[in-house]
């Protein structure tokens, strides 16, 4: 599958990025970045070093838009770090981001394999906003578009009814949705906090990955103290990884969810990829532009009583058992593989 991954690489943005870098199925065929959990430029450079962390080299890694359509940007180091990936030290990449802009990156794969690429946006959809002002065919040239962002029906995770992705950029999450409707492409597939939250991973998780990876268990525990990094390994990815996931699973306790990670992108990565098995029903979704209150807080009109076509394809259920799973194994098929990682340094 070609794969364009919009990002904005805070912790389970890089999640996704270590899985998808897994799977042998993935042509990867670039990687660009909106401001969100971090800025764009830090995003870009996240991204640059994740990937290398798992051998990945040579992907191009585009710095996208750096600000919101209209209203100031927002990040969130309480969430994901100064830098975005929490504890996780990053090594000094090997390689350099693009010089090219995203939209060059985009326009050019669209269109010399049109309908053939999947794009994942996991990150305000500032980017496809401005693509879609771009080029207006977009939703023709897409294979298929899989958005993490919303809450149908269920709380917000920013306010009390909004999604951060969709809070960050209300005006371009209603210009891309706007874009879909009456269209005769396919509809973008939304996974929003409904079922990305239950999405969740633990210590006995890293522990387990671990184990079957042949290096020592994280052992990771709200006891342990917050400045105590863990000893690495010789897996550079792996390291990222619990180093990153410590300091969400301490964002998560803080928050009252307990001491865990909730993945979302992980979850909307593995839906692009008819990883797991999932449902979904067509809708018609609106956002919330205006009001200083539901700002970027997200509509499904399940009744139909707005008669709008739909421009979404919202998911509804997912089995996250078998995200975990399906992680658990894909990383472990990684590794045995003799290009599994880069050193750890």
Known sequence: MRLLADVDTGIDDALALIWLAAREDVDL???????????AEQAAWNSLAVLESCGRFGVEVCTGTPTPLQVPPSTTP??????????????????????????????DELRTHPGETTLLVTGPLTNL?????AEPRLPELMGRVVIMGGAFEHP?????????????????????YAAWQGRPAPLPTVCSL??????????????????????????????????DRVPPTQLAWFDLLVESLRFYFEFHLDWGYGYLAQVHDLCAAMVALDAVA????????????????????????????????????????????????????????????????????
């Open 156 to 176: 917000g995770n920013t306010t009390p009814t909004a999604e951060w992705n969709a809070w960050v950029d209300p005006h371009a999450a209603a210009e891309a």
């Open 194 to 227: 409904g079922v990305t939250e239950p999405v969740t991973l633990d210590p006995a998780w890293l522990d387990a990955l671990a184990e079957r990876l042949g290096v020592p268990a994280p052992r990771l525990s709200p006891q342990r103290p917050r400045a």
């Open 278 to 345: 999932y449902q979904s029903e067509p809708v018609w979704v609106g956002v919330e532009t205006d009001s200083p209150l539901t700002r970027g807080t997200t509509v499904r009109d399940t009744r139909k009583l707005l008669g709008h076509p739909a421009n979404a394809e919202v998911v509804t259920a997912v089995d996250p058992a078998a995200i975990r799973e399906r992680l658990l194994q894909d990383l472990l098929s990684r590794s045995a593989r003799p290009d599994s990682s880069a050193p750890a340094s």
């Open 29 to 39: 065929v670039g990687v660009s970045t909106t401001s969100g959990n971090t800025t």
């Open 129 to 133: 906003a401005v693509a879609l002002r």
């Open 78 to 107: 309480e969430t994901h770090g100064d830098e975005g990936l929490g504890h996780a030290v990053l090594a000094e990449p090997r390689g350099s981001l693009s010089q090219r802009g995203f939209l060059d990156l985009w326009l």
